[in-house]
């Protein structure tokens, strides 16, 4: 089975099993019946969901990534390692956001204490309670290698020496590994956002939801590219600086042939085009794949709110 059908399978599978748990102990009477906030329902489904979402995601961001990198060692001839999964480090990650998660339970537990004694937990407590540590296992360590492995990408620039300005394709898997990294940070926070938005203040909620999912997206698709970046530039500088001082040389009368104006129209014409190379290596198309992942990341705000809707339509 793809990763992808796997993922989408075992979301499905757990947020089922969360959402069919929470009917079996009383939390959707609860709500239903105004006792508790939609958060009880919408937040151990959520948990489950992610659990089910982030290793997939994990997954892709390392394949993918890898894939960019060797492309990019490969069109470069460059003397660099193939990318390794920098497991202990990934690890330290993930223990420490199952620390935080653990003890993050204590501003929303009823009764904190029973953190501390496990024996004692009832399936109210400890169905969140799990959900939430294996998130932040998950989540942290997701978090860690977006920024690993695009400070990775990043790098290789590095030793990249001159190459064509004019031949985009050559930095297009730096292109490719900002956007698809962008795609899975929104996804992740398009599908958590129902931990902490409220659906009761809309406006609020989508201005929220906009702004955090524009910035998550920005810094997933300029980060691994920021390295390519600064050598566009600098080549570009470079480049243009010589072309000019060229054109200037020939634009002297008293030096003009023939074949210096003929040169002078072809160094303007070459002028133009360098001046015209984007800095980074993205085209039209790539921005807007990421405003229609924003976009589309808002319909997890669109769905708390149905979910409110239908909670409340359910009460008495």
């Not at 690890?91 to 009764?111: K, P, Q, R």
Request: with cysteine; aromatic share 12%.
């Amino acid at each position: 089975m793809p990763p992808v059908i796997l993922g989408i399978v075992c979301s499905l599978v757990l947020g089922g099993v969360a959402l069919w748990i929470t009917v079996a102990i009383g939390t959707v009477a609860n709500v239903t019946a105004g006792a508790l906030p939609s958060i009880a329902v919408r937040a151990p489904v959520t948990l489950y969901i992610m659990v089910g979402f982030l290793p997939t995601a994990i997954y892709y961001l390392f394949f993918w990534t890898r894939d960019h990198h060797a492309t990019i060692v490969r069109r470069f001839a460059l003397d660099i390692a193939p990318i390794a999964f920098p497991r202990s480090a990934a690890n330290w990650a993930g223990a420490f956001g199952t620390i935080t998660m653990y003890f993050s339970f204590l501003h929303v537990a009823e009764d904190p204490f029973l953190l501390f004694a496990p024996l004692r937990w009832p399936v109210e407590f400890a169905f969140p309670l799990v959900g939430l540590v294996i998130m932040g296992w998950f989540n942290f360590r997701f978090t860690f290698l977006l920024i690993w492995l695009a400070l990775a990408i990043s790098r290789t620039s590095r030793q990249i020496e001159a190459f064509s300005l004019l031949d985009p394709s050559l930095v297009k898997p730096y292109a490719q590994q900002g956007v698809r990294s962008s795609l899975l940070a929104v996804m992740s926070l398009s599908i958590s956002a129902n931990l902490w938005l409220d659906p009761e203040s809309p406006a609020a909620g989508t201005i929220v939801s906009i702004v955090t999912l524009s910035l998550a997206a920005a810094v997933a698709l300029f980060l691994p590219t920021w390295g390519i970046h600064r050598r566009i530039k600098m080549l570009k500088g470079e480049e243009l600086t010589l072309i000019r001082g060229a054109i200037e040389s020939r634009r002297a009368p008293a030096s003009r042939s023939a074949d210096d104006a003929h040169q002078l129209r072809a160094d303007l014409a070459l002028e133009r085009r360098l001046d015209d190379v984007s800095e980074w290596p993205f085209d039209a198309g790539s921005y807007g794949r990421v405003v229609l992942y924003i976009m589309l990341g808002l319909g997890s705000w669109v769905g708390a709110a149905l979910v409110e809707r239908l909670l409340e339509s359910l009460g008495p």
